[in-house]
């Protein structure tokens, strides 16, 4: 934590952190509401979602008001710089208890919307669940440390979690895929990469202390990188498991398709080769 | 933000600002409630238009406290004046970081109540969402300047976007209203001047310190200007979204308007020209 912050900085991380709590409060809010709109039996990966953004809002009040509480201000009106409290400290360790919750949920959301046979979806969250939690446990030492060695090696031994979590979900969930609408192969796939994109966030934010970049531009720099990750790989990725929901409810029922106004969307994915006459099916 | 408020100006940008979180904190909840009231097809648009005022609910709640606490006052028994507090600023960021979350959602709104073709729906989506987003973020930069120069360039900048959806939404949307029923293509045409009318009143009160207009009163004005367009434009806004959805819902289900005492206004609209005898249908 940098000694002090201009008031530039100081509002950009501000305001950050107060994007983070609406974008997960509303997205949390919205897939609670939105349960209606799909199958009861992917309510459940719905419902796991708006978990996930729930809690993470929670840990982002306490972030905002542990940022707020960690500075102090010489400014009146708007300018000045922010210096550290004394007797007080902004808690990182925020974002590792939420991550520890939420990132194996993030994997079950995935795996439940897919509605896998049982056998296989077991298999899955066996080994997903414990290695998500490992990967997150293990950087928690080397982000606390203040010293290189330690974090360069429990960054390296989060690593080999996180690259065995790649593993199945790009090798063997791709097995899986091919039972699933194509629609829906479309937006699993979409997903993984926004995992793929939006986790690898977070080990380029934990190594800039590593690259020397410690001064208070980097420190604002991870702040804004972990909030714009959360969002992506929380609230943005709950809203895409709740398009698989939906396209999957389409294609298992056309009559729900057709009371949700979706049966459109399902043909244009599902039966448009088949010759069904579209333009019949617009604005019912 | 200016040094000093009299006792009249405080208190009209604290009541303003307690009007606005009652407004957006009970047009959400009643979004919310009244689903049942139309189609399931129209719902999504309702929750959409819940969320908005929500999210908007939330930054208030923020900006109502940001604004008591960058204020003290002398006064004893409702009289004095209040000054700029040391070590604290009213956070005009709240209302960028609301608008960047808002103002696509409320373009979703609109498009998804019309319930059009899928395909055109998408190609409407993907361009008025980054379009808003960047109308958005082109202006914070201008407005967080102290430079006239920099307030006009981004202004400026920020107006293209602008154009570009008052474009779409008025040109490319309105080939599209032909297939809606006519009570619905005046709601449509209703909204459309309602967004054009509020969304007018941004720019004007981004552009008061460049008329010179920089006092306590142009600043009081400002956060009025803000506060009422906010109201129009996400709860009355949201309000006629919910009455397209009705109308909408009366029109592709007789059998639903009968239920739901509004066949007299569907069949005013849809079928008046048939002959039908009106006077039977009302008050069932």
């Known amino acids: 934590m940098p000694e002090q912050l201009t ?78 409290a004394a007797g007080s400290a902004f808690n990182e360790g925020y974002r590792y208890v939420d991550w520890l919750l939420t990132v194996p949920l993030l994997l079950v959301e995935l795996v439940v919307v897919l509605a896998l046979a049982k056998k296989l979806q077991t298999s899955l969250l066996v080994r997903l669940i414990p290695a998500s939690a490992l990967m997150i446990a293990l950087g928690y030492p080397g982000e606390i440390s203040g010293d290189n060695l330690t974090r360069n090696v429990f960054g390296l031994l989060s690593t080999i979690p996180f690259l065995y979590i790649l593993y199945v979900l790009f090798v ?22 926004l995992l793929f994109a939006t986790w690898g966030v977070y080990p380029i934010a934990y ?18 990188g972990y909030s714009i990750a959360d969002i992506l790989a929380k609230a943005l990725y709950g809203l895409l498991i709740y398009r698989i929901a939906r396209l999957k409810s389409f294609a298992d029922d056309p009559a729900f398709a057709e009371v949700e106004g979706g049966h459109d969307q399902a043909v244009s ?14 604005g019912r």
Do not use: M
């Not at 063997?172 to 990469?193: F, G, H, K, Y």
């Not at 690259?211 to 991870?222: E, I, P």
């Open 269 to 282: 994915h599902e039966h448009l080769d088949e010759g069904q006459p579209k333009a019949a099916k617009v």
């Open 172 to 193: 063997e969930l791709t097995r899986s895929l091919d039972r699933q609408p194509p629609a829906v192969r479309q937006t699993v796939s979409r997903l993984r990469i």
């Open 7 to 84: 008031n530039g900085q100081y509002h950009t991380v501000y305001n950050l952190l107060s994007l983070v709590i609406a974008a997960q409060l509303f997205t949390s809010i919205y897939l609670l509401v939105v349960q209606p709109r799909v199958l009861p039996r992917y309510r459940q990966a719905l419902v796991v979602a708006a978990i996930v953004c729930g809690i993470a809002a929670y840990h982002y009040f306490r972030i905002f008001d542990s940022f707020r509480g960690a500075f102090v201000t010489d400014a009146v009106g708007g300018q000045g710089t922010y210096t550290q």
């Open 207 to 224: 190594l800039l202390p590593l690259l020397g970049l410690d001064g208070a531009d980097a420190w604002v720099g991870k702040q804004a």
